[in-house]
T-cell receptor, first 115, second 114 residues
Framework: EAGVAQSPRYKIIEKRQSVAFWCNPI?????LYWYQQILGQGPKLLIQ????????DSQLPKDRFSAERLKGVDSTLKIQPAKLEDSAVYLC?????????????FGPGTRLTVL | QKEVEQDPGPLSVPEGAIVSLNCTYS??????FMWYRQYSRKGPELLMY????GNKEDGRFTAQVDKSSKYISLFIRDSQPSDSATYLC??????????????FGTGTRLQVTL
C-alpha cells in the first residue's frame, strides 16, 4: 500500500513570499489532516478535512494560511505571506475509520525555511 | 499549562537497557492514547494505541495508561540502536467511529548506544 505523499520535501523562501504544499493521501482515506511541527515540538493540528469538507480549522491562522481538498482526495496548503515563525515541517496525515477510532498515517513532511 | 507534557530529553541509554518514556496530561476527556516514533526527517509512525486505562504489550514495547493519575508510559525492553528516534505521545478525546483530533506531546529524543 502506498503511503501518504507530500511535495516538495524542502522549500526555502523569503518572508512575505508565498508558498504551497501538496499532499496525496492513502487511497480510500476519507480524513486528511495538516499539521505544523516546529523544531523541538510535537505536531500541531492546523486543519482537518472529512472528504472535501472542513471538520476543524480552529488552529489555522486564516489571515495567512489557506487549505483546500478538491474532490476529496489531494490537498494543498498555502501560506501567503510567509513569516519567519512559519519555519517548520508541515506534515500531512490521512486516516480511515475502522472500528473504534482511527489510525493516522503521516507523510514525510515538507520542511519550510523562511529567511 | 500545556494539555500534554513530555520530557524532551535527550535520553541516552546503552544497548539492551529498558527505556521508560512518560507523558502527563490535564484534559480528563482524553480517552485514546498513542505513541508515535519519528525518525529524523521522517513523519511520525504509530507504535502503540490504547483505549482508557491499562496495559498493552506488543513485542518489546509496553504501553501503560493510568487515567486516575493522568499519566501514560511507554516501556522499551532490550533497546536497540534502531530504536534511536523521537518518541511522541498523542491523545484524543473522541470515541468509536469518529476521526480523532490528536494532541501531541513535545517528543522525547532517545539515543541507544552500542
Amino acid at each position: 500500500e502506498a503511503g501518504v505523499a507530500q511535495s516538495p520535501r524542502y522549500k526555502i523562501i523569503e518572508k512575505r513570499q508565498s508558498v504551497a504544499f501538496w499532499c496525496n493521501p492513502i487511497s480510500g482515506h476519507a480524513t486528511l489532516y495538516w499539521y505544523q511541527q516546529i523544531l523541538g515540538q510535537g505536531p500541531k493540528l492546523l486543519i482537518q478535512f472529512q472528504n472535501n469538507g472542513v471538520v476543524d480549522d480552529s488552529q489555522l491562522p486564516k489571515d495567512r494560511f489557506s487549505a483546500e481538498r478538491l474532490k476529496g482526495v489531494d490537498s494543498t496548503l498555502k501560506i501567503q505571506p510567509a513569516k519567519l515563525e512559519d519555519s517548520a515541517v508541515y506534515l500531512c496525515a490521512s486516516s480511515i475509520i475502522q472500528g473504534r477510532g482511527d489510525t493516522q498515517y503521516f507523510g514525510p513532511g515538507t520542511r519550510l525555511t523562511v529567511l | 499549562q500545556k494539555e500534554v507534557e513530555q520530557d524532551p530529553g535527550p535520553l541516552s541509554v546503552p544497548e539492551g537497557a529498558i527505556v521508560s518514556l512518560n507523558c502527563t496530561y490535564s484534559n480528563s476527556a482524553f480517552q485514546y492514547f498513542m505513541w508515535y516514533r519519528q525518525y529524523s526527517r521522517k513523519g511520525p509512525e504509530l507504535l502503540m494505541y490504547t483505549y482508557s486505562s491499562g496495559n498493552k504489550e506488543d513485542g518489546r514495547f509496553t504501553a501503560q495508561v493510568d487515567k486516575s493519575s493522568k499519566y501514560i508510559s511507554l516501556f522499551i525492553r532490550d533497546s536497540q540502536p534502531s530504536d534511536s528516534a523521537t518518541y511522541l505521545c498523542a491523545m484524543s478525546p473522541t470515541g468509536a467511529g469518529t476521526a480523532s483530533k490528536l494532541t501531541f506531546g513535545t517528543g522525547t529524543r532517545l539515543q541507544v548506544t552500542l
